[in-house]
């Protein structure tokens, strides 16, 4: 899943660290058992490009993923992940 909820106002052109681990820590107070990930860009080409993107905090309970595999036409095997959560509820009450 690519979407995540934004936590304020992208940090543009910081050059104090302190002003991030401040913002980081209010996310962690605000949501304290929900997955927190910091994206940080590179504009240096004039582009806006993700530079270095990474999870600093996660539930303290996690489900887990199971792996399913599937045989298809002649040797191909595909395989998919599926969530133990997604499977112990029921479909309208998954989101």
């Avoid at 107070?29 to 600093?56: C, D, H, L």
Wanted: charge should be negative; charged fraction near 20%.
């Amino acid at each position: 899943n690519c979407y995540w909820e934004m936590w304020g106002l992208p940090l543009f052109d910081i050059s104090d660290s302190s002003a991030i681990l401040y913002e980081l820590n209010e996310a962690r107070k605000q949501y304290p058992n929900q997955y927190i990930k910091i994206n940080a860009f590179n504009n240096a080409r004039g582009v806006e490009s993700t530079a270095m993107s990474f999870i600093v905090q996660r539930p303290s309970f996690e489900p887990g993923f199971y792996l399913v595999r599937n045989e298809q036409e002649g040797r191909r095997i595909a395989y998919t992940l599926q969530s133990y959560a997604v499977q112990a509820s029921a479909e309208t009450t998954r989101y």
